[in-house]
């Protein structure tokens, strides 16, 4: 089975810190993503990776920075926290290709003070 | 963008009962997912659709894509209390970009014993 592993499951921050949030998959895919999930809003895009070292925006990436120095390893950065960042936080992975499946962590809970 | 919309938000049913929920949209889409995530767990695949008129069954679970590649159900018969979750539908457009999916806003489903 696809793993998906988040480094954190619950994390609280203050406004202003940086805050780096990992995510390491196991099953080689090409394909990686950051979702953040809120309360009737559903999950949106903030940044993915189709390739080490390439990223691309997503619909929501004001704040937030990526990096993918490994292929199983996508980390999501937000440079200075800030309070309208508090939200579940999804990573996920796919194999490159149409028709490929997504796979998820169980994602980060973060709170920003 | 793309965009799905998905009905209805919310659902408050007795055990037993069989539930539908559907996404629409105003674009082409060339794949359909669903998804169902338990509090505190990130989104877990449920079902794939891959080709337009497609009926697919898992369990109790049953989706379809629909003919005009713009819409999507899934229903849930004899719904049991371990039902209970948000679920999501995904989109993977026509003009994909590195393989990301749209989201719906998410279904959350009761289920009272």
């Known amino acids: 089975d696809v793993k998906v592993t988040q480094s954190s499951r619950y994390l609280v921050k203050r406004t202003g810190e940086k805050v780096f949030l990992e995510c390491v998959q196991d099953?080689?895919?090409?394909?990686m993503f950051w979702y953040r999930q809120d309360p009737g809003l559903g999950l949106r895009l903030i940044y993915f990776s189709y390739d080490v070292k390439m990223k691309e925006k997503g619909d929501i990436p004001e704040g937030y920075s990526v990096s993918r120095e490994k292929k199983e390893r996508f980390s999501l950065i937000l440079e200075s926290a800030s309070t309208n960042q508090t939200s579940m936080y999804l990573c996920?992975?796919?194999?490159?290709?149409?028709?490929?499946?997504?796979?998820f962590g169980s994602g980060t809970q973060l709170s920003v003070l | 963008g793309q965009q799905l919309n998905q009905s209805p938000q919310s659902m408050f049913i007795q055990e037993g009962e069989d539930v539908s929920m559907n996404c629409t949209s105003s674009?082409?889409?060339?794949?359909w997912l669903w998804y169902k995530q338990e509090p505190g767990e990130g989104p877990v695949l449920l079902i794939a659709?891959?080709?337009?008129?497609e009926l697919t069954s898992n369990g109790r679970l049953t989706a379809q894509f629909g003919i005009t590649r713009k819409d999507s159900f899934l229903n849930i018969s004899a719904s049991i209390p371990s039902d209970v979750g948000i679920y999501f539908c995904?989109?993977?457009?026509?003009?994909?970009?590195?393989?990301?999916?749209?989201f719906g806003q998410g279904t959350e489903l009761s289920v009272k014993p």
């Open positions: 659709l891959y080709k337009a008129g």
């Open positions: 995904a989109g993977e457009g026509v003009y994909n970009q590195g393989g990301k999916l749209i």
């Open positions: 996920a992975s796919k194999e490159g290709g149409v028709n490929e499946k997504l796979f």
């Open positions: 674009s082409i889409f060339n794949t």
């Open positions: 099953m080689d895919h090409e394909n």
